[in-house]
């Protein structure tokens, strides 16, 4: 009695697993597996990534069949009955998504013909052997579903795919040195509002970048390529046009790097934001960190310490987000697409009428920025352990960060401190008057420059700034204009858009230079 009581509850959860896998497991891990930036956002772990399908295609069939296991200690027939409810249950979300994709039916009435649809399903299940046997071989299509997910994807090939060989560069005689590169990349920040009325940098409202400029050389009509991060950063990092179909930017899609390109002369320093560039053995390793440099032929990149990255929740937020793409799918009134929860080019969602709460620093001002869905401060703390890593070592080292700063939206005074004002993006802009938009923006560019100007400072303390190249720029600039979205081209505001900054010092540069050359974001990497 004892076995067929266990033959039949896993039969039971054998068919909520095979249902389940064409109303949850596919629909999540069809999005999820053409995300991989989100995995990379969330600083998922090779070992999360394997588990995250896993857990997509078993625990909701699980959640399901409990109920039925502890009824069928009271009753047979309260087993029964709350099975065939959660068969029918299953089948109705499953039947939402089949009757959005087949018809123009939304609201009610939608839920009404999955709910009629799901009925008649689940009383063939019920009387007829031949259905249940048919969920059980569905069953084994979940497999197949998470399968796909970890062989076929973007994001399996997170999990297994190696770095490629780095490119070995050879010195011509052993008296050659290479020099430290430091680069400084900020986000969405317009040229236009740095400069005075005599087209200089303005030292008063952004000293740090103005003293730098006095150092480097400013092309001033240096242009993006792109308005979107996941485009812009590879192609300076690159030198390579965007590719306009990719919509993620994972070195697995996009291996030839400056990473690649220094990895095996280079020590890696790393912390980038929204992409990863630099695979995790190379950048984000610390225990790699501490073994002995390469030998030349081996072709691998040794990173040096990491400076520590904020959690961004791993993966039970990922779970969180995987819930939010299934409920925007089963949604009556859905959108154009399913919509990641967690993953957006901001920086902090919040309501409009919520102050951040960010830790204090000297002089009662906020030192901290939050990533979406975190309360906790982000983004000064990377600065911090970023500059801390600046530092002479054995190897020239490359020393990367992707600032989220001074990217929508405007909450931070000069000082630091966080206020509650209007939101910005997407059009959003257009209920307040630009000029307004200008001020926010200028408030957080002078906070932008003040950790610019924590990083710079830093790099002088350790020795290693004069002898290193150092670029300080921005992936791509942002529109103000209050009648037009502040972030997508529309034919007539390219120069609000794509006008950002690029300031390069070369290892002793004796003077500051202005140049106004045609420079784009694909010729960073070659000059």
Sequence with gaps: MHSERLRQDFTRLAALIGICGFAITQPVLNVMGDAPEQFVFRGASTAAILAFPF???FVPAVILWLPSVLTQRVSDRAGTATHLAAIALALFVGLLQVVQHLTDVTGPAKALIAAIIAGAGTWVYWRFQGARMWTHVMAALSLVFVGLFLFTSPTGELAFADPPDVVQSTPSDESTTYPDIVIVMLDELPTGLLVDDAGRIDAVRYPALAEFATDATWYRSYTTVSAETVQAVPSVLSGQLPDESADSAVWTGQPDTLFRLLGGTYDLIASESLTRLCPREWCDDPESAANDSPAPE???????????????????????????VWTEQIALDPAAGPVLTGFEETVVERSRSEVLETPAMPGGSARGFAFPDDDRATEVPRVDAFTAAIKPRERPSLYYLHLMLPHTPYVFTESGRTYDGPSVGKGTAAEWDSRVVAQQLDLQMRFTDQLLGDILDGARETGVYDDAIVVVTADHAAGLDD?????????????????????????????????????EAVDVLPT
Excluded at 302 to 316: I, M, N, Q, S, V
Excluded at 488 to 498: H, S
């Design 483 to 519: 009648e037009k979205a502040s972030r997508y081209y529309d034919g007539t505001n390219a120069p609000e858009l794509m006008v950002t900054p690029l300031l390069i010092k070369a290892p002793r540069q004796p003077n500051g230079i202005v140049s106004d050359a045609p420079i």
């Design 298 to 324: 081996e072709l691998a990149a040794t990173p040096a310490e990491t400076p520590p990255e904020p959690d961004r929740g791993g993966l039970p937020r990922l779970l969180d987000d995987a819930l939010g």
């Design 55 to 57: 857990l997509v295609a």
